[in-house]
């Protein structure tokens, strides 16, 4: 028996019933079987189905909304060997693959395997306090350190492969993998990387000296940034979705993640194309 497809979706977004719904309809009548996470259940009226989709693991998961929606499902199954397929519903879509409007014609191929693999390494990250773990979160863009009060600054003792680098006076600083170099690290000044290659980006946040510049890392690099103050609220956020505060003395690791993400791709499929695309490159 095969797999099932799995749909995720965003939730309350308006266009979802309809082109979830459509999108069930479509491959149910090819045979396949669904299974729907809650958001797109509860927009069609169906049931929903269990929530361990690692040991589930579909055979192929349609994400239906923004880079936002696939970097949480991305962080759902990862671990599985499932590719995603991102429908973009938003605007700006890097990650994302298709629009709704080529749907459900163009996912023929798809399913029938004629599509490109493109893997995406991830980042993992732990926090140290006292000599001991005390959390571990995964992110496919970055990892985030930033500070709540507007008008103080953080500062930070960098450290890669255990070589010190500098200490860091910023209102924060980006981990970024190549795919999250054009998320927020480019916002802040940092390069563009290729996703294929292996790297990692250190991005400062309006650093508080010239001096202090983006850094790319070999992909095996151990990133280590210590937190001197604490007369400052600070916190560590994984994709802008999952995060933890932070105390002064804290010790946040960050290395490639053992297990990426896969990305469905059209064999047409251009990085440079989408960096015109979505950046008016002329």
Same mark, same amino acid.
């Given at each position: ?15 979802? %019933? ?85 749907? %459900?014609?163009?996912?023929? %191929? ?84 290729? %996703? ?87």
């Amino acid at each position: 028996m095969k797999s099932p497809v799995g749909i995720f979706s965003k939730p309350n977004h308006p266009r979802v %019933p309809e082109i979830a719904r459509t999108l069930t309809d479509w491959l149910e009548t090819r045979g396949e079987a669904v299974a729907l996470d809650g958001a797109t259940a509860a927009a069609i009226g169906r049931a929903p189905a269990g929530e361990d989709w690692r040991r589930q693991a579909p055979r192929l998961a349609i994400v239906l909304g923004g880079d936002g929606t696939l970097l949480r499902v991305a962080r759902l199954l990862r671990g599985s060997d499932t590719p995603l397929l991102g429908i973009n519903l938003g605007t700006l879509g890097f990650l994302t693959e298709l629009a709704a409007r080529h749907l %459900p014609e163009a996912l023929a %191929p798809i399913l029938a395997g004629d599509f490109q693999r493109d893997y995406r390494a991830a980042v993992v990250t732990t926090v140290e306090r006292g000599g001991r773990q005390v959390a571990q979160l995964d992110g496919l863009n970055e990892a985030v350190i930033s500070k709540a009060a507007p008008a103080r600054i953080i500062e930070l003792e960098l450290l890669v492969d255990r070589q010190p680098v500098s200490v860091l006076r910023a209102d924060g600083l980006i981990v970024s993998t190549a795919t999250g170099s054009t998320a927020y690290s480019l916002s802040a000044g940092g390069p563009i990387l290729h %996703p294929a290659l292996g790297a990692l980006v250190i991005t400062p946040i309006c650093a508080h000296t010239l001096s202090s510049r983006p850094l790319i890392v070999h992909d095996t690099a151990v990133i280590e940034a210590r937190l001197r103050n604490a007369a400052v609220q600070t916190f560590l956020t994984l994709d802008g979705q999952e995060g933890i505060p932070l105390e002064a003395g804290d010790c946040v690791i960050c290395r490639t993640a053992e297990h990426g993400v896969t990305l469905v791709r059209s064999p047409q499929y251009s990085f440079f194309s989408v960096l015109r695309d979505k950046l008016n490159w002329v």
